[in-house]
Nanobody
Framework: QVQLVESGGGLVQAGDSLRLSCAASGRAFSTYAMGWFRQAPGKDRDFVAS????????NYADSVKGRFTISRDIAKNTVYLQMNNLKPEDTAVYYC????????????WGQGTQVTVSS
């Protein structure tokens, strides 16, 4: 079992920055990747960014490329999402996700952290 705890959300103005953190604990598996997803009110949960645990390969949704940066600290079992130049359309609950080695999907999810961007 893996527990994911997100932090760093909040209320900001358009153009501001925020950094989300997600700490993983209790894992008994090898990590394949971790990612961030978001869900705005009335919408589906969408992919934001992901990072491979080895090799440091990253992937981003088109809507956040050039503004968001995902990174990870293996020693701390933590993944970060640096969000710059935030826009009102970035307002959502942001979820951290964990994918085990050998899994074809994200296996564990955090509880979510609210990000609200005012115009």
């Amino acid at each position: 079992q893996v527990q994911l705890v997100e932090s760093g959300g909040g209320l900001v103005q358009a153009g501001d920055s925020l950094r989300l953190s997600c700490a993983a604990s209790g894992r008994a598996f090898s990590t394949y990747a971790m990612g961030w997803f978001r869900q705005a009110p009335g919408k589906d949960r969408d992919f934001v960014a992901s990072i491979m645990w080895t090799g440091y390969s990253t992937n981003y949704a088109d809507s956040v490329k050039g503004r968001f940066t995902i990174s990870r600290d293996i020693a701390k079992n933590t993944v970060y999402l640096q969000m710059n130049n935030l826009k009102p359309e970035d307002t959502a609950v942001y979820y951290c996700a964990y994918r085990k080695l050998g899994s074809g999907k994200y296996d564990y999810w955090g509880q979510g952290t609210q990000v609200t961007v005012s115009s």
